[in-house]
């Protein structure tokens, strides 16, 4: 039987051949036979390079396996098959070691964008910077307040304005301050906070920026929908009995004289009324959750556009284009709530326009860099006062004499469930913008 060709084997081998080397020179010299102690010594020295080959084989192998993790190169592997039983033994080893290494790197890996995800699902922006300035990690909030694809490094914010990122930079922790700035999306004002913390030896800044107006236009929503619901529960608990007395006094018809019929009657449609009034702004607290999918752009705002139109004066003509810069651009939201959005500012642009001879909307659709879709309703008329620009999306207000002022309230907030916002970007005359972003 056959030994098989290990390393212990080969190791005692190598050993015994040195023994003998030494033994038998050490015999040559006392027996004066210098030619074939000369060989020994060779053979002896022969044995030794061996020994220390074998030893630095192994060192290598350890050695080449670090630098490549140590380089984050994970596509080595070595030989199970071609060597020694315990050469083979020893490469199997190192292979799990890596793959080991490999399995709690993907998990890393994982673990950061799970986390990376919640950080960029929340409303707060957040940047993470060293003491050079350098950007860590920055979420899509932040960038959507920066109105910026992308930020590598704090200096590059001086494109909106300088003394954002002064401001920044000079930032200490627990400082807070306020930043105001202008972008495409209009004047933000941040209320900006800091904090610090060690990351790797390393001493980072984490910056925490909330849009101010954001939180008090939201504040303000909440208020109103309490208020709504409110008064429409206790005008609902008054008009509901008076509703039902007078449909019973009213079928109560040899009883009641005529002239009192004729009373009740008017209580009768009157309160009527009132509950139709009550509940259309119940829709404001009503709106159900946004049922999402994806949908082609350019086909919709069409199907937007034939139903705005339905039902215009000839008189006053209006054109409606339509500018998708992609054919392919996909939204994914509510199709009908998004709809109900849409048709509500084409209708208020045609009011706008009903007194304009040349009226003319444009409806502009885009992919912005940093991922969000914006879909602008542009129309030529006279534009808005502040006063109306100011107050626009407060419920029940309205510039119609026979509107109801909740359409750009309910708009508005359809769009918060969606996560996106809707906001007047000018007032201009000749240009009056809404614009709808979808995160």
């Not at 080449?64 to 994970?74: A, K, P, T």
């Not at 590059?156 to 930079?169: C, F, G, K, N």
């Not at 990351?199 to 910056?207: G, K, M, Q, S, Y």
């Not at 810069?325 to 199709?335: G, P, Q, R, T, V």
Request: glycine share 6%; proline share 3%.
């Amino acid at each position: 039987m056959t030994l098989p060709r290990g390393s212990i084997y080969r190791l005692c081998g190598l050993l015994l051949w040195l023994i003998g080397a030494i033994v038998t020179g050490v015999l040559f010299a006392v027996h004066e036979k210098w030619i074939l102690m000369s060989l020994c010594l060779i053979i002896g020295i022969a044995a030794i390079v061996k020994l220390f080959r074998f030893h630095f084989q192994n060192i290598r192998k350890l050695t080449y396996l670090f630098d490549s993790i140590e380089n984050g190169d994970y596509a080595f592997k070595f030989t199970e098959y071609d060597g020694s039983f315990s050469d083979n033994m020893l490469n199997m080893s190192l292979n799990r070691i890596k793959d080991i290494l490999v399995h709690a790197r993907m998990e890393t890996i994982q673990r950061e964008k799970y986390y990376e995800e919640i950080l960029d699902r929340v409303g707060t922006g957040v940047l993470v910077i060293n003491a050079k300035g350098n950007v860590y990690q920055i979420n899509r909030s932040a960038l959507r307040m920066f109105g910026l694809p992308v930020v590598t490094h704090v200096n590059q914010l001086s494109v909106i304005d300088r003394t954002v990122s002064r401001t920044i930079l000079a930032l200490k922790s627990g400082e807070k301050q306020q930043l105001s700035f202008s972008t495409e999306r209009g004047v933000s004002n941040l209320s900006v906070d800091a904090s610090e913390m060690i990351v790797r030896d390393t001493p980072l800044r984490i910056i925490a920026m909330n849009d101010v107006h954001e939180e008090l236009d939201e504040k303000e929503n909440e208020s109103w929908i309490r208020l709504i619901r409110i008064l429409t529960h206790e005008i609902m608990n008054s008009v509901a009995p008076i509703t039902s007395i007078s449909d019973s006094l009213l079928n109560e018809k040899e009883s009641i004289p005529a002239s009192a019929r004729e009373g009740i009657e008017v209580i009768r449609t009157t309160s009527r009324g009132l509950v139709r009034f009550v509940e259309s702004y119940r829709r404001l607290t009503r709106i159900p959750a946004p049922n999402c999918r994806p949908f082609y752009l350019r086909p919709f705002l069409e199907r937007m556009r034939t139903l705005a139109l339905q039902g215009q004066r000839e008189s006053v003509p209006v054109s409606i284009e339509i500018d998708v810069a992609s054919a392919d651009l996909l939204l994914y939201a509510d199709e009908d709530q998004i709809g109900q959005v849409v048709l509500n500012l084409l209708k208020n642009a045609l009011y706008a326009l009903s007194d304009e001879r040349q009226g003319r909307i444009c409806i502009e659709a885009k992919e912005e860099e940093s991922g969000a879709i914006v879909v602008d309703v542009v129309d030529n008329g006279k534009g808005m006062s502040p006063e109306v620009a100011a107050n626009i999306f407060v419920p029940f207000f309205t510039t119609k004499q026979d509107g109801s002022g909740i359409g750009l309230s309910l708009s508005r907030q359809i769009m918060r469930l969606h996560n996106g916002s809707l906001v007047l970007r000018s007032t201009q005359p000749g240009r009056t913008v809404f614009r709808l972003t979808f995160q």
